[in-house]
C-alpha cells in the first residue's frame, strides 16, 4: 500500500474555553492559516501573533510547516494560548526531542485558571452584599 502523501499531526489546545485544533504538515515554507484566515487577520495585534507562533521560536525546529488552526470558544487572548498549546502538543508528537524547551517554557501545560463560578447569596463569585452590623 502507497503511504498517504501529505501526512499531518494533529493536535488540541486548549485555554479558558478556548480550544483550537492545529494540523502541522512539513512543507518548504512556514505559513500559518487561523480559521481559514492568515494569521495577522484573525490575531491583529503583534503580541498576540508572537504568544500564537511562541512554540516555533522555544523550539527552535529547523524543519517548517504548514499550519492549519481551528479555534473557537473563549476570547482573543485565551485562543492565541490555546492555539500555542496546541502546536507545542503537535511538535511534541512530531519530536520527542522537542520536549524539553517546551516544557521547560510551560507550554505543555494546559493553563487551569479559569472564572470561578457565581454562589448563591453572593453578587458575585466571592464578593458580598454590604453587611451592617444594625
Request: zero cysteines.
Amino acid at each position: 500500500m502507497a503511504e498517504k502523501e501529505n501526512k499531518y499531526i494533529e493536535s488540541v489546545g486548549r485555554r479558558k474555553t478556548a480550544v483550537a485544533r492545529a494540523r502541522l504538515t512539513e512543507a518548504s515554507k512556514t505559513s500559518f492559516v487561523v480559521n481559514d484566515k492568515a494569521l495577522e487577520d484573525h490575531f491583529l495585534t503583534p503580541e498576540l501573533q508572537r504568544i500564537a507562533t511562541e512554540a516555533f521560536a522555544t523550539a527552535g525546529t529547523a524543519i517548517k510547516f504548514k499550519v492549519s488552526i481551528k479555534v473557537k470558544g473563549g476570547g482573543i487572548a485565551g485562543q492565541a494560548v490555546a492555539v500555542r498549546h496546541a502546536i507545542s502538543r503537535a511538535l511534541n508528537e512530531y519530536d520527542a526531542v522537542l520536549r524539553a524547551p517546551l516544557k521547560k517554557a510551560g507550554f505543555l501545560k494546559r493553563d487551569p485558571r479559569a472564572k470561578e463560578r457565581r454562589k448563591f447569596g453572593l453578587k458575585k463569585a466571592r464578593k458580598a452584599p454590604q453587611w451592617s452590623k444594625r
